[in-house]
């Protein structure tokens, strides 16, 4: 190998793994402006719509985000009337998301998007599938 050649751009795992984040985060844009929400706050909605309550240490974890992310985030989607946030009956210091009314029916306007974003992708169902299951080895989580 010549000298530096790790240094190139395109010898780097790390450079293809962040651009295609961004192509594929930028696929959804159009679909959840429709309903409303950008990326972030579609995947907290996806965790609620699954859990319906769920500590925001615990959500962050689940999600990787660090709290100076996700506390504006949560204040916007409880402004929008999606969810409840709440102090923890038996650690005040915890605080409680909890789905609303309003947010469990924002989930049949969401329900198409996975359709509408796979047919935007140029992956088979094999790919995808193969994909999947090796960016979750990466985070070291198994499926």
């Given amino acids: 190998m010549k000298p530096y050649e790790q240094l190139k751009l395109k010898n780097q795992l790390c450079f293809p793994l962040y651009a295609a984040a961004k192509e594929v985060v930028g696929k959804y844009k159009p679909f959840l402006d429709g309903i409303g929400l950008t990326y ?16 925001v240490k615990e959500l962050g974890e689940y999600l990787y985000l660090e709290s100076s992310t996700l506390t504006p985030l949560l204040k916007r989607l409880e402004s929008k009337g999606f969810l409840a946030r709440n102090r923890s009956d038996r650690d005040e210091r915890s605080v409680i998301i ?8 924002l989930k049949e306007q969401a329900a198409a998007v996975p359709a509408k974003l796979k047919k935007c992708l140029p992956l088979t169902e094999n790919d995808a599938k193969t994909l999947y299951h090796l960016l979750y080895k990466l985070l070291g989580v198994s499926d």
């Fill in 40 to 55: 972030t706050q579609y995947i907290a909605m996806m965790v609620l719509w699954e859990r319906k309550e769920i500590g």
């Fill in 98 to 105: 909890t789905l609303t009314e309003e947010g469990e029916r």
